[in-house]
């Protein structure tokens, strides 16, 4: 059996994939573990911090090999680096908190949890109704899993509460990740992203924002964000090409959601898209350089964007009536 998250994996996904194989051993069920392109920088100083030794293959080439194949807090097969053709002959399991996409589509079991704000407290709740007892490194990474998805509990779900209080009664405690400084190659390229950055205005105050970088295109978003845009779109690197969305509180109380522009990206190249309000991403297959996508969805989001704020801005209207 194998168990999957998204690539690039977050503390969310490393802490789903951990707790769900403690579930499994439970059961005398050894599960492999695969992260494509590895865990993000913040899941591995997660697991220094708390001194879990993580065995994580960085793809998952030959699914078909597997009988059973677990997927967590992942909607596309993009975001996993492969195709659902892939998948053909294994039995697929889907644990999310995400609008539902093809890979819940083809899933001989699903779980998913739209209402919960992470995939963490699903699994962890699911650990608690089976009985299950998890080692306190577990703990901790469960804690940290929903912290980070919940951005420090500001966005609560309707299993955050009840998977904290497990995880704390396992000895799991509040783990405050110390952030380093960025390395190097991350400040240079949220510079270089911002020297090539192009912006649009709509709504009177909404700032959208477009660039493209080689790779740490999250990384570019998010500080676009904390410059003063409230959507960043960033094209990054990847086969298929990333595509990174970030918005902000202003985008969101417009009606504009990063979920909703990754998947309007995605179609427009054929691709696939999805993620959080705030935070999505957009997978395409391209031969174009960059700075010609960058192009085309400088030519194209902000009359999307635009007209989503007047329809959300009309909806008020009407309920104000």
Not at 46 to 61: F, H, K, Y
């Amino acid at each position: 059996m194998v168990i999957v998250g998204h690539s690039n994996a977050d503390p969310d996904a490393l802490a789903s994939m951990i707790l769900l194989s403690r579930i499994l051993e439970n059961y005398g069920v050894e599960a492999i573990h695969v992260c494509p392109e590895g865990p993000s920088k913040l899941s591995r100083q997660l697991l220094g911090q708390v001194g879990i030794e993580q065995r994580c293959m960085d793809s998952i080439s030959n699914p078909r090999f597997y009988e059973w194949v677990i997927v967590v807090d992942t909607s596309n097969p993009a975001q996993l680096g492969i195709s659902m053709e892939d998948l053909e002959g294994s039995k697929l399991i889907v644990i999310d908190h995400h609008y539902p996409g093809k890979l819940s589509n083809n899933a001989l079991l699903k779980i998913i949890e739209r209402r919960a704000a992470s995939t963490t407290e699903i699994v962890a709740v699911l650990a608690e109704a089976l009985d299950v007892i998890v080692d306190e490194k577990t703990a901790f990474i469960g804690v940290a899993g929903i912290y980070y998805d919940t951005g420090r509990l500001k966005r609560i779900g309707i299993y955050t509460i009840p998977a904290l209080d497990y995880l704390v009664s396992m000895g799991g405690k509040p783990l405050l990740l110390e952030v380093e400084d960025l390395p190097f190659s991350e400040r240079y390229a949220r510079i270089k992203a911002a020297s090539r950055m192009k912006t649009a205005r709509i709504c009177k105050e909404l700032i959208l924002s477009f660039t493209h970088v080689g790779s740490f295109e999250s990384s570019v978003a998010r500080g676009l964000i904390d410059l003063g845009a409230d959507v960043a779109i960033v094209v990054g690197g990847g086969t298929p090409t990333r595509i990174a969305v970030r918005t902000s509180n202003r985008a969101l109380n417009n009606g504009l959601t990063a979920r909703d522009l990754a998947k309007y990206i995605a179609e427009r190249f054929q691709g696939e898209g999805g993620g959080h309000p705030q935070a999505a991403m957009a997978h395409i297959k391209s031969d174009m350089p960059r700075e010609e996508i960058v192009e085309i969805l400088y030519r194209s989001v902000p009359g999307k964007a635009a007209r989503i704020c007047v329809g959300a801005r009309g909806n008020e209207r009407g309920k104000a009536k």
